[in-house]
């Protein structure tokens, strides 16, 4: 098995997970390129879990030995299921000023409840899941707040010509 290092901590990566891409690599490939496939996925193995790891480790230099194997888990978990140059499902994205703020609304209001409730960040994958549910719950209400809020930048974008000017702007 392949290790991984994430802050530190050492993760097991299984084999399989990195030969699954083997197969389009012709014979005549060049190794350097095969090692380019496997290092990458590596990376945005760890990319992904570098956050859990940094809320595991809590500030300190050694996870405890029941979250380093709740992570390992979800990794090998994850890992059996990346598909490489595939954006996993999550928060939804949008080039939409309205709704780029209504998801940063939402992300926002979900997490203070969670932090209220259970005195920590939540996890990204609750936030991901849970941020959808939430927009559509209260959608005409995040819909004004989010346009109140990109009307009140556009305003100060116009106001103080001045300054702007002074700026070269």
Do not use: C
């Amino acid at each position: 098995m392949t290790q991984l290092s994430i802050l530190g901590a050492k993760f097991e990566v299984p084999d399989g997970v990195l030969a699954k891409y083997d197969h389009y690599l012709t014979p005549e490939a060049p190794e350097g390129l095969r090692h380019t496939i496997r290092q990458t996925i590596i990376e945005n193995l760890g990319n992904n879990f570098r956050k859990r790891v940094a809320d595991a480790l809590n500030g300190g230099d050694v996870m405890p030995e029941d979250k380093f194997n709740e992570i390992q888990g979800q990794l090998t978990e994850y890992a059996d299921k990346y598909e490489f140059g595939i954006r996993a499902p999550g928060t939804p994205r949008s080039t939409d000023p309205i709704e780029r703020e209504m998801i940063k609304l939402s992300k926002s209001d979900l997490t203070m409840r969670y932090k209220g409730k259970y005195n920590e960040a939540p996890p990204k994958d609750w936030l991901d899941e849970k941020v959808p549910e939430y927009m559509e719950a209260l959608h005409d209400d995040l819909v004004k707040r989010a346009r109140a809020i990109v009307r009140a930048r556009q305003d100060a974008a116009t106001k103080n010509p001045e300054v702007f000017s002074a700026m070269g702007l």
